[in-house]
């Protein structure tokens, strides 16, 4: 009952919705200094993946809100997190993303309806009839409850194993329901909400290789017998080991030549810098020179909540600047007021800069205090962050005119109260380091300002 009621109340805001996007891109016109503005300049969408937790967290929200025009929930709507027990379904923490997206006139992707993975336990056992009439029941129970809300849909994801074969991954649907299950979703999907756009969604499907010639075969025979499908997500998580294919565009296009759009659905690239900022422009680039890709989502507003944060692979770093690859991939869309540019309002601070230098200031046999200076820049700053590196043996015991957070024997030190600097002034934080048998210097990285 209590589902029944929210099922209309989502679908009679559906009107607003439609309302605040048009807002939305009535203001895009008006300057293309973001993400989502300038992608909406290109006819596409650019989206971010979206946890519930981080919401509260103003940052975050002031960064999605202000770069990304389509959102997909990164956990909040796979079947662990909705159906957990039979036939009971929970929308809390998909319905705040969702409602959140709504309030921002973003789109939002539906993301996943049948996947092998963060399946609940009671599913697993279920027999071939019972796991058929549980997948449709779960299907119908998502897209009834956003009906009309959801641009487009990861109908089936991954499906395909990885490898040389082409041949589809083992899990309870495909073992028990044979390769019918994808179609059988598909069908049970277009009529659950007619309007969503129906995707399959994989990774290293990125080129042409064995795994993507099997999806698109299906692709194909599915357009060839009027299956229902509208869309292919090609999830692209990129690192040294799995690089931006050099194939990347022609696989777009070959799938999109099929009769079906395509999206670029999970996009991070591991990696810094210029590197990490020509990569994502390569991406970039092959979805604007296919006219059916319609939009890019990354996998995540910032490094720090990444599920390969290691690898630093966003656009955002875990303070929010923005790093080269946002300058990238703004650049790539068209539009203008990426870092350093004036006015762009996700700068750390125009023209804001700063130096950071180290000097031993005491020495004993078994310690020593450093103190790192930093200089504003040719123009006032309201804030700094410096990084220290000590050798591996040392620690640092106190540390004073400075707030210090750890990330191994990397020290990142931001102002205590000392972050406003006229243009060329100086202030100093200071420490004391035990040596630990080595007497190495520490090493004084990046210094950044706002
Ligand atoms: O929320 C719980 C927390 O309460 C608990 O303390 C913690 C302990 O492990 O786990 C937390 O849940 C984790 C969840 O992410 C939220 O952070 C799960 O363990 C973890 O398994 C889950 O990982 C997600 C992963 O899918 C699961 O397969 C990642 O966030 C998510 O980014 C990732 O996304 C997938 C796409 O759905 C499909 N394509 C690949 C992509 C990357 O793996």
Redesign the pocket.
């Known amino acids: 009952m209590s589902m029944i009621v929210r099922r209309l109340s989502r679908a009679a805001t559906a009107g607003l919705v439609a309302a605040a996007a048009l807002t939305a891109a009535a203001h895009s016109a008006e300057a293309a200094d973001t993400l989502g503005s300038a992608a909406a300049g290109q006819g596409r969408y650019f989206g971010t993946?979206v946890?519930a937790?981080h919401l509260g967290e103003s940052d975050y929200a002031a960064t999605l809100d202000r770069e990304f025009s389509s959102v997909t929930p990164?956990?909040e709507m796979?079947w662990d997190a909705t159906e957990p027990s039979r036939g009971s379904f929970t929308f809390t923490s998909a319905d705040r993303i969702v409602d959140h997206a709504q309030s921002q006139g973003m789109d939002v992707r539906g993301?996943?309806l049948v996947?092998h993975?963060?399946l609940p336990s009671w599913v697993s056992p279920l027999g071939a009839q019972d796991l058929r009439t549980a997948m449709n029941a779960h299907i119908n129970g998502l897209m009834g409850h956003y009906k009309g809300e959801i641009h487009s849909w990861d109908v089936v994801?991954?499906a395909f194993q990885d490898g040389g074969s082409g041949a589809r991954r083992s899990s309870p649907f495909q073992d028990k329901l044979g390769d019918g299950f994808i179609e059988e979703a598909f069908r049970t999907a277009r009529a659950a909400d007619p309007a969503a756009k129906l995707c399959y969604?994989d990774?290293n499907t990125d080129g042409v290789n064995a795994k993507s010639n099997a999806v698109y075969d299906m692709v194909k025979d599915f357009k060839s017998r009027g299956v229902p499908i509208d869309c292919v997500g090609f999830?692209s998580?990129f690192n040294s080991n799995s690089p931006v294919p050099s194939d990347y565009r022609h696989n777009l296009q070959r799938f999109a030549d099929l009769g079906v759009d395509v999206q670029i659905t999970?996009l991070d690239i591991e990696g810094s810098g210029s590197a990490q900022a020509a990569d994502y422009t390569k991406v970039v680039e092959a979805c604007l020179s296919v006219s059916r890709c319609t939009g890019m989502t990354v996998?995540?507003v910032t490094d720090k909540y990444s599920?390969r944060s290691g690898g630093t692979p966003l656009l955002f770093d875990g303070d929010y600047n923005e790093k080269p690859a946002y300058g990238a991939v703004l650049s790539a869309l068209g539009g203008s007021g990426g870092p350093g540019d004036p006015g762009d309002p996700g700068d750390p601070g125009d023209g804001a800069s700063c130096t950071a230098t180290y000097t031993r200031t005491a020495d004993w046999s078994s310690g020593y205090n450093g103190q790192v200076t930093i200089t504003a820049g040719a123009e006032p700053i309201s804030s700094w962050t410096a990084t220290v590196t000590l050798p591996a043996q040392q620690s640092v015991s106190s540390l004073w005119n400075g707030t210090p957070t750890w990330s191994g024997n990397v020290m990142t030190v931001r102002p205590s109260w000392n972050g406003t600097l006229a243009a060329g002034a100086s202030t100093s934080f200071g420490f004391t380091a035990a040596k630990n048998g080595s007497d190495a210097a520490p090493t004084v990285g990046t210094c950044t300002a706002s």
């Open positions: 993946a946890a937790s990164e956990n796979k993301h996943t996947w993975s963060q994801n991954e969604n990774y999830q998580h999970e996998w995540g599920w």
